[in-house]
């Protein structure tokens, strides 16, 4: 259910285990809820729009701005299902250098699997 707070902030309610229904503000990049019946509290999860890494038709990784507003850390995040964490900026920013890394490798492979190839070093 989606409401309007008077400062015109959006709320929404959820439902839970151990607090019944809460209302909580609703980030402006907010468009999902990771939510299932017997949730708590804590459980709850602001989830943006997912950032899909796909390879040929099939999904890799997905990546979205994520914040538990009662959970341990309420900071938001970036949650990546790469690696099944959620990290701060600067941590996105490493993985995406390990990433680049990581292609300059698998290029270095596809030139000497191109070499191989046309050598017939098979």
Do not use: K, N
Request: aromatic residues 4%; charged residues 20%.
């Amino acid at each position: 259910m989606d409401h309007r707070m008077p400062s015109g902030l959006r709320t929404i309610t959820l439902p839970t285990s151990d607090h019944g229904d809460v209302t909580i503000p609703e980030p402006s990049w907010c468009v999902s809820h990771e939510t299932l019946p017997g949730d708590q509290r804590a459980d709850i999860v602001h989830l943006g729009p997912d950032t899909v890494l796909t390879f040929r038709g099939r999904e890799l990784s997905t990546a979205s701005l994520a914040q538990a507003p009662f959970g341990d850390d309420t900071t938001p995040g970036v949650s990546v299902s790469l690696i099944g964490r959620t990290l701060d900026a600067r941590a996105v920013y490493e993985l995406a250098a390990a990433l680049d890394t990581y292609a300059d490798r698998l290029r270095t492979l596809a030139d000497q699997l191109l070499v191989i190839t046309a050598e017939g070093d098979l």
